[in-house]
T-cell receptor
Framework: QKEVEQNSGPLSVPEGAIASLNCTYSDRVSQSFFWYRQYSGKSPELIMSIYSNGDKEDGRFTAQLNKASQYVSLLIRDSQPSDSATYLCALPSGNTPLVFGKGTRLSVIA | DAGVIQSPRHEVTEMGQEVTLRCKPISGHDYLFWYRQTMMRGLELLIYFNNNVPIDDSGMPEDRFSAKMPNASFSTLKIQPSEPRDSAVYFC????????????FGPGTRLTVL
């Protein structure tokens, strides 16, 4: 199993809907998890981090973590066309500060 | 405040040529990372530095790749000789010790090796 796995998509949702992006990881000792957003042709930028089991909310974004299931997700409420991007899940692994998944491409249809 | 600066933004070269990519991290950041992104392999860490010292270069694909950080404000990634399979977007990122996982990425260099 790869260290960080994401469905590549594309995930298409209508404007105003909830977009759900999922990520699974193999390193059981991971303690911190990050979501980066990358617009087409641009560089990644950090949008959320989560360290404890449960939910963490920031505006329209909610990160969810389940360490027992080795699963982290990102929910985007009231999706907007401007949310269309690739979302990268990342976490530390060994000596590497961040290992990135390949990302899920989200398309929000107006 | 300026973010991470990379140059050139685009590079087209022929197989066998030497390529040098440059990066200026955010002032005050003591970690610097070099990544490569392709559709097939995603975003891969090549090497990272802490206080100008290489910490982990296990991601460097082969001896054709080398990276240096002569001072806190400048780093280079060199490919010699370049091959078509090196075509990718190369990102430089920096972070501070207080938040090593909060990495700020430069705009990237799109490298095409013909």
């Amino acid at each position: 199993q790869k260290e960080v796995e994401q469905n590549s998509g594309p995930l298409s949702v209508p404007e105003g809907a909830i977009a759900s992006l999922n990520c699974t990881y193999s390193d059981r000792v991971s303690q911190s998890f990050f979501w980066y957003r990358q617009y087409s042709g641009k560089s990644p930028e950090l949008i959320m981090s989560i360290y404890s089991n449960g939910d963490k909310e920031d505006g329209r974004f909610t990160a969810q973590l389940n360490k027992a299931s080795q699963y982290v997700s990102l929910l985007i409420r009231d999706s907007q066309p401007s949310d269309s991007a690739t979302y990268l899940c990342a976490l530390p692994s060994g000596n590497t500060p961040l290992v990135f998944g390949k990302g899920t491409r989200l398309s929000v249809i107006a | 405040d300026a973010g991470v600066i990379q140059s050139p933004r685009h590079e087209v070269t022929e197989m066998g040529q030497e390529v040098t990519l440059r990066c200026k991290p955010i002032s005050g950041h003591d970690y610097l990372f070099w990544y490569r992104q392709t559709m097939m392999r995603g975003l891969e860490l090549l090497i990272y530095f802490n206080n100008n010292v290489p910490i982990d270069d296990s991601g460097m694909p082969e001896d054709r790749f080398s990276a240096k950080m002569p001072n806190a404000s400048f780093s280079t990634l060199k490919i010699q000789p370049s091959e078509p399979r090196d075509s990718a977007v190369y990102f430089c990122a920096s972070s501070s010790g207080q938040g090593v996982n909060t990495q700020y990425f430069g705009p990237g260099t799109r490298l095409t090796v013909l």
